[in-house]
């Protein structure tokens, strides 16, 4: 599975965003998607994830009720429409893969097999 990541952009704090992620590949509904996000000289941190169905999502609670994260599995992508951004959203952020089949999903990125290149996303205060 190969992902490229769009949608990044410089924004100011409460704009919205939408970043894109598009999957080649024919087992792209076998897999559970993730977005993370990291700040230079800081950890790479889970944002969000959604499983293969699209049936179960989890958020970092620092984005729940601003950020969502949906899949079309039509399309092989994956989304996430971020609300309300702050200052302390500014990260380059990845989408990533893993094959999974289950109904749950996994924030931790060392479960994550296949990773995007990363788009930036810059909030002005």
């Known amino acids: 599975v190969q992902l490229q990541a769009s949608g990044g952009g410089l924004v100011q704090a409460g704009d919205s965003l939408r970043l894109s992620c598009a999957a080649s590949g024919r087992t792209f509904s076998s897999h559970a998607m993730g977005w993370f996000r990291q700040v230079p000289g800081k950890e790479r941190e889970f944002v969000a994830a959604?499983?293969?169905?699209?049936?179960?999502?989890s958020y970092r609670d620092s984005v729940k009720g601003r950020f969502t994260i949906s899949r079309d599995n039509t399309k092989n992508t994956v989304s996430l429409q971020m609300n309300s951004l702050k200052p302390e959203d500014t990260a380059v952020y990845y989408c990533?893969?893993?094959?999974?089949?289950?109904?749950?999903?996994?924030?931790?990125?060392?479960?994550?097999?296949?990773w995007g290149q990363g788009t930036l996303v810059t909030v002005s205060s």
């Open positions: 990533a893969a893993r094959f999974s089949q289950s109904t749950q999903v996994v924030g931790a990125e060392k479960y994550y097999r296949y």
């Open positions: 959604i499983s293969w169905s699209g049936g179960t999502t």
